[in-house]
């Protein structure tokens, strides 16, 4: 399949609709909450049940996070957008319609960054748009049995330009924006319950061609992988149906994952119209410049920005990667860098990405609720700066920092912690070391040089691994190799 | 009968507060009027005597303790059965949603109760609002007390009978393209359209979403004005309803019309009326101008094709907010252990009446790919122009007067295909277009002891307008004193 | 000239998801070939240039703070149902016949 998936001849071009579950607390047009493995139908409502008389009236929660998605993104928002009706009859479908937007979308244009190779790359948007969702049919032999507690949950779907060409690509994409959802608080982005959701466009079109070969819409691809799989599948199945000499159905087919296939849903023959009209219950929404501008003052720093601006500190690309991964995360190894100064950041992102998420993971807590704040840590690392304790110390100490409101310098100072750095000290225990062990001092003399470490060691044991190892290092150096 | 059911609601209201009248001996007394006569008439679907009688005890209990009560208490209404009534069976006029209990109280109905109103029972009307004659309720047609054999008009039919037969105090019923305005003047009622926004819909079962509005029906201009007062005002259930302050509208019917210029336009004239109609309409007019209105003629070039821009639209919301009744949730379900679609099929064929489907299938048309452009987005537009015209109008003139309907209420069976009833709101429909406030008022009689409608239609939130001559004119006339000979002179 | 043929009206008759007799597919495509003559009218009307007008008076809407109400009960969401199991709407399959899932 790769091989064929690197085809020379071959190129695909696949264009994704993610749909986003917005991290209301009620529904889109009503006030029944939203929530994840709720008893079946014990969150509904008149309008989420489409009962007569009943109106919707939308969330301004929704509409505010889906302007930060579209201001993040650098999409243009719509001063002026509405609502339309998308009838279909479904069971899990309350009024018949799905209140969506068609013409008039609240954002337009717009991308969403992916790194290719480790360099940015801008995946370019057509809109974001908002709608409510549908209920959950499960599937129960000759019957249907229907769950509404997700009906009417605010989402707001990401529709891509057909820019894609690879299924990493895709796959790559859908990382992404779940990670920039997540950072922004617009969603949970917890795939397990389907807050991101993804339908693929997908075809192929011999290399060096404009115009685009007829596509097929994948449904039901709601994993990373797979986006993968499902599309890297599709893409080779036309390409050998091309190249049989066959003709692509323009088509729906639904991801099957256990048997890690699609089949067709249904022809476009049996084509859906959905009567598409302004929804009338629905006033048009108007934004004012003020709102956008105050959303966009908001805004957060973006994972590949902060990513960037990391690096530019020193980091590692992994390093700066994990820290910009998470918002939380970030802002934290941002405040501990504020009280540490700039000059200590690769210290600081090792003892964040490192000891510090080990500790909280041993703790079970999150960054974002971490006993040791950022400054305190900072306390702690300019220690380690300074030479004032070993990293060794160091890790000790946070330990315990973890446990107490204590700052790391008065726990040095109130247990002698700090450093031996007084050479006479240090002299004196060595020369004591050398006296006490003359089989390892010929030893090292006659070509061991493993030995050092052996002599350090001692050292450090001696001094209850507050001696300063460069020192320690030194001195040994001086005495042993005259 | 009781000489209490020939007072107004108002004064039912005044003498309950103070207490020479009590709550629940007019209710009772309404509520035998009811048992005894509506049998005839046909125009309560449901009667709701347990729930009624618990109200005006209530009433009573308040009264009694000194409490303060609303302005409503104690007086005995009835509801258009399009309105949503927790724990009382709403039914729309339709099959489909037979048995229908619903599990919440519409803001309209919320507001009556908080307003110590007494709520009867729930009145007959067209299926989902879909008529002008009450000929299309699926559950019997309802009468036009002034004469049985005649349509009460629709699609608020019920509501019109109810009151005109002193069934109750006063009712409210909706309108879509007439529905309150065309009965009330079959009925020798005054009936008034809000406002589009004044009133909240919630709770208002959707025929066609842009135009609905819940309003008064009532014997005189204060009663209109009473209701109005307690069912306007902003709701947060509503996105589109208005959050404008509630005028004092009774307030409003004190005020003489001195000044107040009123509009002819003579595209609501014409050959189609009846002469009678026609002339009891210049009659009015000329009793407001010797009243001190002044009377202008206007143009309102593009109403003319109200009637199609109205049944396109309309039909289009309606053939959406129609598709809810799939038989899943609630109603009557037909072919369950088929396939779903014609488990669909068979419900909603079996469910909805034949003007229904009738709309249904003429608003899927409208909206279906390839004829939204040539028909449903067209009649927007022409929507825009009709609204423009009164626009223009209202820069003018303060009302615009007209026949409520071209003749008097007729026969039942007597328009024989779906355009010959459309016709009947041909004057009607454009007030709904432009989302304007109107009102119909009684002004006479023909040859054959049929009341005649004046509509007055004016510029958007000048409800206080209509009420004002309304009540200006019934302070010079008796037309709306008269009752019909119907169980017993009232 | 017919211009709504039979064929038309039941395929709208599918989309709008009624079942409807012979005689009714009948009585339908002659009054909405009536009425659609009716609609013509608007043809004539110059519409150059004019907004559709969707909401009446430019009605501004307002929006819901993110609150959350007590949702039904489920006895009362399921009090007018035609079908039940458990606590889901009971409906024929859903999916399109063929599938095994
Ligand atoms: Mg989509
Ligand atoms: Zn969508």
Known sequence: MSAMLSNEKWEAVIGLEVHVQLATKSKAFSASAVQYGAAPNSLTDPTVLALPGSLPVFNEEGLRLAMRLGLALGCTIAKHSRFARKHYFYPDQPAGYQISQYDEPICAGGSVPILEDGVRKEIALTRIHLENDAGKNNHAGARSLVDLNRAGVALCEVVSEPVLRSATEAADYMRSLRQIVRFLGVSEGDMEKGHLRCDANVSIRPRGREAFGTRTELKNINSFKFVQQAIEHEIARQIRALEAGETIVQETRLWDADAGRSRSMRGKEEALDYRYFPDPDLPPLEVSDATIEQIRSELPELPLDARARLIALGLAAADAEQLSSERRLLAYYDATLASLGKSNAKLAANWVSGALLAELGRLGKSIGDSPLEPARLAGLLKLIADDTISGKIAKGILARMMESPDEAKDIVEREGLGQITDSSALEAIVDELLDNNPKQVQGYREGNQKLLGFFVGQVMKATGGKANPKMVNQLLRARLDT | MSELLSLSASEQARRIAEKTVSATELCDAYLARIDANDADLGSYLRVDHEGARAQAHAVDAAVCAGDSVGPLAGVPIALKDLLVTESLETTAGSKILEGWVPPYEGSVVRKLRSAGAVILGKLNLDEFAMGSSNEHSAFRPCKNPWDLGRVPGGSSGGSAAAVSASLCAMSLGTDTGGSIRQPASFCGLVGLKPTYGRVSRHGLIAYASSFDQIGPLATCAEDA??????????????????TEPVPAYQAACKRDVKGLVIGIAKEMEGEDVDTAVSAAVAAAIAELESAGAEVRRISLPHTRYSLPTYYLLATAEAS??????????????????????????????????????????????????????????????????????????????DVIASPTAPTTAFPFGAKKTPIDMYKADVFTLSCNLAGLPGLSMNCGFDDSGMPIGLQLLAAPMQEETLLQCAAAYQRQTDWHTRRPNFGGQP | MS??????????????????????????????????????????????GVQPMTHVLGTIGHLRSDEVCESLA????????????????????ILPPGSNK
Request: charged share 30%; glycine share 6%.
């Open chain 2, 320 to 397: 959406s907010n129609l598709a809810r009744f799939d038989g899943v949730r609630y109603g009557k379900r037909k072919g369950n252990e088929e396939a779903l679609q014609n488990m669909y099929e068979k419900t909603r064929g079996a469910g909805f009446g034949a003007e229904v489907k009738t709309r249904i299938m003429l608003g899927t048309f409208a909206l279906r790919a390839g004829y939204y452009d040539a028909y449903y987005k067209k009649a927007q537009q022409v929507r825009t122009l009709i609204a423009d015209d009164f626009r223009k109008a209202f820069a003018e003139v």
């Open chain 2, 225 to 242: 004005a009473l209701m109005l007062e307690v069912i306007a005002g902003g709701d947060i259930l509503d996105a589109t309803c208005s």
């Open chain 3, 3 to 48: 211009r709504v043929t039979e064929e038309e009206i039941r395929s709208l008759g599918e989309l709008s998801r009624l079942a409807l007799s012979d005689s009714e597919v009948e009585t339908l495509k002659r009054d909405l070939e009536s009425i659609l003559e009716h609609m013509d009218a608007l043809a004539e009307v110059d519409t150059t």
């Open chain 3, 74 to 93: 489920v006895e009362e969401v399921f009090a007018a149902s035609p079908e039940r199991t458990e606590d889901c709407f009971d409906v024929p399959a």
